[in-house]
Each structure stands twice: as structure tokens, then as C-alpha cells.
């Protein structure tokens, strides 16, 4: 059973820089997890942020970002904004399969 | 644009199955694949599977396996998710997500409440 492990929760101050980790079970996270990262506000759908590992969509703020780190996945947010508090969620690519962390929960304060 | 609207919330009875549909609009649906997504109330995101909407191929998670089938209709760019044997632990939103290497466009999520 793959467990994927991201922190439970983080706090960052208004403008400062946090980053959110995602490790693997199986070892280091490398390219070929193809991470993706997720923004999910209460009652939301989740919206995505990165994939493969630093690519952003069209519509990925610019202070998000994304890169392996220590063998891990991981998600910058740099100039954090209050909107920004959230649930952020990883994803990595098993082979075929795929396998969520169990998210992080980020306060803005 | 892309959007994928999915169908409205289902009450059911442990035992019973549940059918969820997922209409994609604004691309081709056969040039993309179509993961299925659940959230228990308060819980983490959880990957079931995923479609080829190309060939009809299909991954499951191995949690899943046995209990869950995913189909679509090409013809009516929809993806369905089946889930069969429900109990309560079952009671989540459903989503359907598309992509292959990325899952960028989200359907709205399928409440689905079992309860006897």
C-alpha cells in the first residue's frame, strides 16, 4: 500500500514564502511521479495548480510554484496572499496508477 | 471552453449501486482521458480511476478494484463511474477530472449519500 505524505498543516503571515512538501512511500520522488499539486477551498472542487511537477496552468498564479526538493515533491507559494489559505493536495503517477497525500491545510495569519 | 457537468445527487441504500455521469463540452473527448475523484465529508482526495476515452481503456485503484467500472459514450462525450455494493463508507462527493499526466478541468462533484 503506496501512502503518500504531504504536512498536515502550515501557517504563513501575509507576503511571506511557504513550502508544502509531498514524500512517497516508495522512495524519492522524481520527475517520472509526474506530481500535480491542487488548490481546494471549503466546498469547492479542487483547482490545478502545477503539473508534472513545475508546470503551471494558464491559470496559476505566478507566486506558485513548483520543484523536487530533498527527494520530494514539493509547492512554493512565494508573496502568500489571505485568498491563498486553503487545502492543498498532491498527486503522484505509480505506474498507471495514482495516489493523493493526504493533503495540507494552509492558514494565512 | 472545457467543461465537464456532471449529474445531479443520489440518495441509495447499502447494497445498491450508483451510476454518476460526467458530460465534457468545449473539446474533443476521445483525445483525452477522464480520472474519477471521491471526497468523504471532511476527508482527503481519493483517486478510483481512470478512462482512455480513446479506446475505452481503463486503471483502477486497487481499493476499488472489483466494486468500481468506468464506461463512456463517445457519442455523447459523456464518462460514467459505477460503483457497486455501496455502504456508508461510500457517502462522498464524486468528481471526474480530465487529463492524463495532468488533471486540469474538474467537474462540479456528485454527491452520493448512502443511507438505509
Known amino acids: 500500500q503506496t501512502v503518500v505524505t504531504q504536512e498536515p498543516s502550515l501557517t504563513v503571515s501575509p507576503g511571506g514564502t511557504v513550502t508544502l512538501t509531498c514524500a512517497s512511500s516508495?522512495?524519492?520522488?522524481?520527475?517520472?511521479?509526474?506530481p500535480n499539486w491542487f488548490q481546494q477551498k471549503p466546498g469547492q472542487a479542487p483547482r490545478t495548480l502545477i503539473y508534472s511537477t513545475s508546470n503551471k496552468h494558464s491559470w496559476t498564479p505566478a507566486r506558485f510554484s513548483g520543484s523536487l526538493l530533498g527527494g520530494k515533491a514539493a509547492l512554493t507559494l512565494s508573496g502568500v496572499q489571505p485568498e491563498d489559505e486553503a487545502d492543498y493536495y498532491c498527486l503522484l503517477y505509480y505506474s498507471g496508477a495514482w495516489v493523493f497525500g493526504g493533503g495540507t491545510k494552509l492558514t494565512v495569519l | 471552453q472545457v467543461q465537464l457537468v456532471q449529474s445531479g445527487a443520489e440518495v441509495k441504500k447499502p447494497g445498491a449501486s450508483v451510476k454518476v455521469s460526467c458530460k465534457a463540452s468545449?473539446?474533443?473527448?476521445?483525445?483525452?482521458?477522464m480520472h474519477w475523484v471521491r471526497q468523504a465529508p471532511g476527508q482527503r482526495l481519493e483517486w478510483m480511476g481512470y478512462?482512455?476515452?480513446?479506446?475505452?481503456?481503463?486503471r483502477y485503484s486497487q481499493k476499488f478494484q472489483g466494486r468500481v467500472t468506468i464506461t463512456r459514450d463517445t457519442s455523447a462525450s459523456t464518462a460514467y463511474m459505477e460503483l457497486s455494493s455501496l455502504r456508508s463508507e461510500d457517502t462522498a462527493i464524486y468528481y471526474c477530472?480530465?487529463?492524463?499526466?495532468?488533471?486540469?478541468?474538474w467537474g462540479q462533484g456528485t454527491l452520493v449519500t448512502v443511507s438505509s
Open positions: 468545449g473539446y474533443t473527448f476521445t483525445t483525452y482521458a
Open positions: 516508495t522512495g524519492a520522488v522524481t520527475s517520472g511521479y509526474y
Open positions: 478512462l482512455n476515452a480513446g479506446n475505452g481503456n481503463t
Open positions: 477530472a480530465r487529463g492524463y499526466l495532468e488533471l486540469d478541468y
